[in-house]
Nanobody
Framework: VQLVESGGRLVQPGGSRRLSCAASGSVFSIYYMHWYRQAPGKQRELVARITSRGDTVYEDSVKGRFTISRDNDKNTVDLQMNSLKPEDTAVYYC?????????WGQGTQVTVSS
């Protein structure tokens, strides 16, 4: 599976941004899809997960602000980010996982600053 993220940019606090991840190379619908992020000097952390059935899980700090969604026909997974805060600044990575198989995108930078 090849994953390509897009949508990262500089955003003002309180603003919104939508990240997208396009997948190719395998049967997309079977994969659990994730968005992770890594801020400078910090470990990579899970932001959101969406299962093959569409069930979702969110990291506590983004609950109510971020929404993960997938389109199995288009082989995409998106992350809608609202009410962005400076602490959301990070490189955001798309991840696909199925049992012991795991794939990562190259990451897209989101910077929240005035």
């Amino acid at each position: 599976v090849q994953l390509v993220e897009s949508g990262g940019r500089l955003v003002q606090p309180g603003g919104s941004r939508r990240l997208s991840c396009a997948a190719s190379g395998s049967v997309f619908s079977i994969y659990y899809m994730h968005w992770y992020r890594q801020a400078p000097g910090k470990q990579r952390e899970l932001v959101a997960r969406i299962t093959s059935r569409g069930d979702t899980v969110y990291e506590d700090s983004v609950k109510g602000r971020f929404t993960i969604s997938r389109d199995n026909d288009k082989n995409t997974v998106d992350l809608q980010m609202n009410s962005l805060k400076p602490e959301d600044t990070a490189v955001y990575y798309c991840n696909a996982a199925y049992y012991n198989r795991e794939f990562w995108g190259q990451g897209t930078q989101v910077t929240v600053s005035s």
